[in-house]
RNA sequence: GGUGUCGUAGCUCAGUUGGUAGAGCAACGGACUGAAAAUCCGUGUGUCACUGGUUCAAUUCCAGUCGACACCA
């Protein structure tokens, strides 16, 4: 049953665009909720650096998937594809628009058009593939891959370790190629979706960036690092702001280079993020400051 | 003041037995369906300090100038 008159409006942007403020006033406007969609403010250890909205912005307007998890829990996009299907069908019984706001772009697309059913991964298969990884090298994988499945083979980026170990997990466990099961199809979903693209002009954005980072030092990411440092080695903490600290801690780099190493990787990262959010010219771009045009905008699309 | 070493990409440096130069990092661009703030790929952007000399040809050799550092006074 296609429900014509719900709106998910996503709001995505660079770290460090503004997409928090404008999200919430917008959420606001149209007395709603917030579906983040940051895979790194979803672990309830990880505040400082993750630039999470403040308690007051929580107030504000009801956030979901903000510090649910811990990060010694397994997530991943599916599930998240389900979480949020799952609570947006909830949501929609109150609110005709509801806004989904984050930078991860892999994550919004999930939600947005879905991603194909894989049975989850078994760590012990995970792990015996790295080990390979580790003792033989990217080529083992590359031969054992071609063998598995040469159609994706031909087509993946054999240079990646995180593809190669994907696609041989996933010939494991299901026993069949990859490739067959890999359709890369769009779901259809049960509301509209408005795609809302937040950025500012290089040199503006970059300045905000460091900003940042000096700030969240100020707020004491240090401290915040250093109690997470027994679980450095967790996924979870593979994140910008959190491994530059370590090698602070470690003693490997002083902090004044640890904070300048932070704002570089931040800055790649935005970069990494516009590529992403550039393949597809779905999205509707705004600065932040346009609160007016964006409400403007999505009166008049949302009917 | 004297002697020595050095001055090459945004940074750290390599190199050319004389034929106008290349690595790492940064920067810039891109890919990416269960790790995604992850992971991976591509691109060299240059008055080789300056001025003169030798030479067919100088970033390279020689002299001077300037600058940095070290040691000696």
Known sequence: MLNSGKYLVVITGPTAVGKTAVAIQLAKIWNSEIISADSRQFYSEMTIGTAKPDQHQLDEVKHHFIGQLSIHDYYNVSRFETEALELLDKLFEKHNLVFMVGGSGLYIDAVCRGIDDFPDPEPEYRNYLKGIYIDEGLAKLQEML??????YYATVDINNPNRLLRA????????????????????????????IGLNLPRPELFSRIGLRVDQMIENKLVEEVKSLLPFRHLNALNTVGYKEIFEYLDSKITLEQAIINIKTSTRRYAKRQLTWFH???????????????????LTMVCK
């Open 168 to 195: 041989l997990e996933v010939c494991h466990v299901t026993g069949k190629k990859f490739s067959d099961q890999r359709l890369n199809s769009s779901k259809k979903r049960g509301f509209q979706i408005i795609k």
């Open 146 to 151: 071609v063998k598995l499945d040469p159609e």
């Open 279 to 297: 393949r597809t010219d779905e999205y509707k771009w705004f600065e932040p400051s346009q609160l007016n045009e964006i409400t403007n905008y």
